[in-house]
């Protein structure tokens, strides 16, 4: 039997004893603690989204109009926070200035919440309405009290507000990268919450054999590395049946949802992303099955060390630390300029599928994928050979089972 | 070396942690045969047999399985149970047969077919959906047997077979390896029980201390040593006497000594002549048992019955 025939028969066998054992029921349920984990993940790093998330206003009006809000601005900040303003970026106006409006706001390489024109007595704010309304209210603010500072100035009395005169669009440029950016995360946060669910039982998978005395017959009958690749094979059949049942679920559920409201209130599009949802969902998914082979590999080398469960939960800890410390690394490719850090986190082996799931939702070039998929699969048989080499050599001694973890303790004396 | 050997090993060495386990290992099983290889607990037996079966690799040394360097090349050809005994605890016996032949190549529905089979033709027919986990110990082993010959193989490799087996199953062993041995399969075997390879084999190899101190028929181990005489006569005392060797002993009125190189004839005539009044008189041929002291020492013969003991506690 080849490499493949053999890792089958180790995958099929493996497959069907955890689809038809208990832990599987449990696993069904996991998208309740994946929930969990979102929320408290979302409030963690609630900070660092607002501070990148910080919307960008065109000021396409005459200097003098800019100059006052940007004054305005400055004086409001010093007393409250940077964060507490949309970043004003002053744009020459062309003769059409609604038309150049729009075109900004649909040009995907500019990063415009929206476009504010017209004069502080006729401010115009064209972008599209959320529900928070943040930027309107904020240029509002900036609008009233430059108007009163400069009746201030001129010894005037204090003018009425203004209104904004709104000019709502779709989508904007700027709402786009949030929302691309907020679609890598989830994509992100999907493959380390699976992932992390299946770790421990990745960690214990190679135990089972050894306390049931099986890997010697598995050792003998075929190459160790088709172990390997065959339970990491039906680990992450056994997920991908999970999402396929928890993602009709959610379809279901969401539809359902949509026709239910969609007749009272109107919901904002959800702007695709960067690669379009055909190439994207696709892409996750094998991102989602690399970071799995990948970490799994990893998780399968350490795990085959250990001889019982508590060696396990000792080197557990450890495995989830190094995994949260993967995952941050890959946050750079979400909210992280693109420096040197962040194509670490691209080119970094463990870090790399979810690097780049959020990277095929902000940019639309397919190629760096091929090759980020063909990385990480050299990667995949780099570690399982040398997961399974370690194996050999530190458990597969005689007729006593070792353990790397032993480090020579508890073994039995010479007979 | 005939050509039809099914296990060739040269000079094979493997040390762990710095101390060697086996040393210099050679062996030559020719096909069809059955083959012990005998030796205490710790003497090199398992190491040896996974390195044959490619489960290890050795230090040094060569060898080949069924003609290829290559042992797990070879391993659609080949059944191995392992010293420690292990099944999934939760499947069916049936499918547990079924899986350890499908990692040996065979379809699964082969496998199933055969597993019943072989299950019904043992008489464990009522077992064929039992999880293992419901079994005793020896009906597991006779399953994890039963998936070590599934897959029809050409050589069948089993270490310590009779350990934890009792005295029906062993005996129901023995009969199966004669039967796979009869229809052309070669059966080598480890075991620290003298007279299941003196009972089975046509060759052995003795190992002690990780070295091979006996290798070949186990007709030429029991040849090393001259064949017992045992006699008891009416006379006390006389001339006879002299016929005796010097280290021939007493004891319970008979005396024990080794056959005169000379032979049987000029010893008797002696006796008769020297007016022994000769009441018993046998010529024994020596047993393996003794040939493993000669061969392999008294404290590796004491440590093999010490963990022949353990095994029947």
Redesign the interface.
């Known amino acids: 039997?080849n490499l493949w025939?053999?890792a089958w028969?180790i995958a099929r066998?493996d497959f069907v004893?955890s689809v038809f054992?208990r832990f599987f029921i449990l696993f069904l349920l996991a998208p309740v603690i994946l929930f969990a984990f979102m929320i408290f993940f979302s409030l963690t790093t609630d900070a660092q989204d607002r501070e990148a998330s910080q919307p960008v206003v065109a000021v396409v009006t005459d200097s003098a109009t800019s100059e006052a809000l940007n004054q305005t601005r400055s004086r409001l900040v010093a007393s409250t926070s940077e964060q507490s303003f949309p970043i004003l970026r002053y744009v020459n106006p062309a003769e059409n200035v609604p038309a150049q409006a729009q075109a900004m706001l649909a040009d995907e390489s500019s990063n415009y919440s929206a476009v504010f024109s017209g004069t502080l007595d006729r401010p115009v704010l064209t972008g599209p309405m959320r529900a928070s309304d943040f930027v309107g209210k904020r240029l509002r603010l900036l609008v009233d009290e430059s108007r009163r500072s400069a009746a201030l100035d001129g010894a005037r009395a204090a003018p009425a507000a203004v209104e904004l005169d709104r000019v709502i669009t779709d989508r904007s440029s700027g709402n786009v990268a949030t929302q691309r950016r907020l679609l890598g995360q989830a994509a992100q946060t999907l493959i380390f919450g699976i992932t992390l669910m299946l770790a421990t039982l990745l960690l214990s998978t190679l135990v089972e054999?050894k306390s049931?005395?099986?890997?010697?017959?598995?050792?003998?009958?075929?190459?160790l590395e088709a172990v390997f690749l065959g339970k990491l094979i039906a680990m992450l059949g056994i997920s991908l049946v999970g999402l396929a049942l928890w993602g009709a679920m959610a379809v279901t559920a969401l539809t359902l949802f949509y026709q239910l409201v969609s007749n009272w209130v109107t919901l904002p599009s959800l702007s695709p992303p960067a690669v379009g949802w055909i190439a994207f969902v696709p892409l996750v998914l094998l991102y989602y099955t690399a970071n799995f082979m990948l970490l799994g590999a990893v998780f399968l080398g350490i795990g085959g060390q250990a001889s019982n469960i508590r060696e396990i939960q000792t080197v557990s800890m450890p495995v989830v630390l190094m995994q949260l410390m993967v995952l941050l690394l890959a946050m750079n490719a979400v909210n992280g300029q693109e420096g040197a850090l962040t194509w670490f986190g691209y080119i970094f082996p463990l870090s790399s599928p979810m690097a780049m799931a959020a990277l095929a939702a902000k940019s639309g070039a397919l190629w760096p994928h091929l090759l980020a998929l063909a990385w990480q699969t050299l990667w995949v048989f780099i570690i399982v050979r040398i997961a399974s080499r370690m194996f050999?050599r530190t458990v597969?001694?005689?007729?006593t089972?070792?353990s790397f973890f032993r480090l020579?303790f508890g073994k039995k004396p010479?007979? | 070396m005939s050509a039809a050997l099914a296990i060739e090993a040269k000079g094979l060495f493997k040390s762990?942690?710095g101390k060697p386990?086996v040393r210099g290992i050679d062996i030559a099983v020719p096909e069809g045969s059955i083959y012990g290889i005998l030796g205490?607990?710790?003497a090199g037996k398992?190491?040896t047999l996974?390195m044959l079966?490619?489960?290890?690799?050795p230090d040094e040394g060569q060898r080949s399985l069924l003609g290829n360097d290559q042992p797990?090349e070879m391993?659609?050809e080949?059944g191995?149970l392992?010293?420690?005994?292990?099944?999934?605890?939760?499947?069916k016996t049936r499918d547990a047969i079924a899986?350890?032949g499908?990692?040996?190549?065979l379809p699964l529905e082969t496998g199933r077919k055969r597993a019943e089979i072989l299950l019904k033709q043992n008489g464990l027919g009522d077992y064929v959906d039992k999880p293992i986990k419901s079994l005793s110990k020896g009906m597991a082993q006779t399953i994890q047997l039963f998936g070590t010959i599934v897959h029809r193989p050409k050589l069948i490799v089993l270490d310590e077979p009779f350990s934890g087996l009792d005295a029906i199953n062993q005996g129901r062993l023995e009969h199966m390896i004669r039967d796979e041995a009869a229809s052309g399969t070669t059966v080598i075997f480890s075991t620290h029980v003298i007279h299941h390879a003196e009972r089975l084999c046509e060759r052995i190899a003795i190992i002690a201390g990780g070295e091979v101190r006996f290798e070949g028929l186990v007709s030429d181990a029991r040849e090393r040593l001259r064949p017992q005489v045992r006699l008891k006569t009416r006379a006390e005392d006389g001339k006879w006497r002299s016929a005796l060797p010097k280290d021939a002993v007493v004891e319970d009125d008979h005396w024990t000594f080794e056959l005169p190189k000379t032979g049987i004839e000029p010893l008797l005539k002696a006796l008769l002549d020297g007016g022994a009044g000769i009441e018993e008189l046998s010529v024994e041929r020596r047993g393996l048992h003794d040939a493993f002291v000669a061969i392999a020492g008294e404290s590796a013969a004491r440590?093999m019955e010490a963990d022949a003991l353990g095994d029947a506690a």
């Open positions: 039997m025939e053999s028969v066998r004893a054992s054999e049931n005395k099986i890997i010697e017959i598995l050792a003998a009958s075929v190459p050999r597969l001694k005689s007729s089972t070792g020579g010479a007979a | 762990f942690d386990a205490p607990n710790g398992t190491t996974r079966l490619g489960i290890i690799e797990l391993a659609r080949v191995y392992p010293e420690e005994r292990g099944l999934y605890p939760a499947m899986f350890m499908a990692l040996r190549g440590e």
